[in-house]
C-alpha cells in the first residue's frame, strides 16, 4: 500500500488543521491507521490510532482533546484532525499503515510497515 500524506501547513497557537492520508491498494479497509510526528532533534512520537473499523482509537496524552482521528474507508483515507494547536505540536507528520490485523492497536513506529512521505506542520505563538 502506498500513503500520500498532505495538509501541512503554517498555522498560530489556538488554530486547527485537518491532515489527510490517501492510500491506494485495496486492503487499506483491514488495516489499522496511525498518525506519528517528529520534531527537530527529538525522536518520532505516536500522536493517534484508528482501528480497521473506526470503532477504536487511540491517544498519546498531550494530544487527547485536541487531536481527533477518523477514517473513510469508501474513501480510503484518514483524517486526522488538530485543534487548539500548540507551538510543540510543530513536526512532520506521518501517517502509517498496521497491516497485522488483531485487536490491539500498535503505538510502536516498528508495528507499521507502511509509512506516507510526511507534511509539516508548523505552530508559531
Known sequence: ????????????????LRLSCAASGRTFSSYTMGWFRQAPGKEREFVAAISWSGGRTYYVDSVRGRFAISRDNAKKTVYLWMNSLKPEDTAVYYCAADSRGGLVI????????YWGQGTQVTVSS
Open 1 to 16: 500500500v502506498q500513503l500520500q500524506a498532505s495538509g501541512g501547513g503554517l498555522v498560530q497557537a489556538g488554530g486547527s
Open 106 to 113: 500498535a503505538t510502536s513506529g516498528k508495528d507499521y510497515a
